[in-house]
């Protein structure tokens, strides 16, 4: 049985999804800016990425959590066995 030790919290998996997003942000910023030569257009698409990819990062997240550790592994050792 797992323990509350062991789990994921909803605020930590928030918190590593805000943390990565400035991040990552700021690099889709510096790119737009490259590409765009325009700084309000850089920070309107890394405003726009910022909270789509925030969403969607929680979320996988979340997913992963429902996936039991070692079934990926599971999986891999049944295809790599029928080779």
Same mark, same amino acid.
Request: charge should be positive.
């Given at each position: 049985?797992?323990?509350?030790?062991?789990?994921?919290?909803?605020?930590?998996?928030?918190?590593?999804?805000?943390?990565?997003?400035?991040?990552?942000?700021?690099?889709?910023? /510096? /790119?737009?800016?490259?590409?765009?030569?325009?700084?309000?257009?850089?920070?309107?698409?890394?405003? $726009?990425?910022?909270?789509?990819?925030?969403?969607? $990062? $929680?979320?996988?997240?979340r997913l992963w959590l429902i996936v039991p550790r070692g079934t990926i592994r599971k999986i891999y050792n049944i295809f790599?066995?029928?080779?």
């Amino acid at each position: 049985m797992e323990t509350v030790k062991n789990k994921e919290s909803h605020l930590r998996s928030i918190l590593k999804g805000i943390t990565w997003r400035f991040l990552a942000t700021f690099t889709t910023m /510096l /790119l737009a800016f490259f590409v765009t030569g325009r700084i309000s257009l850089a920070i309107q698409i890394g405003a $726009y990425e910022f909270v789509a990819k925030l969403f969607l $990062y $929680y979320f996988h997240e979340r997913l992963w959590l429902i996936v039991p550790r070692g079934t990926i592994r599971k999986i891999y050792n049944i295809f790599s066995s029928t080779n």
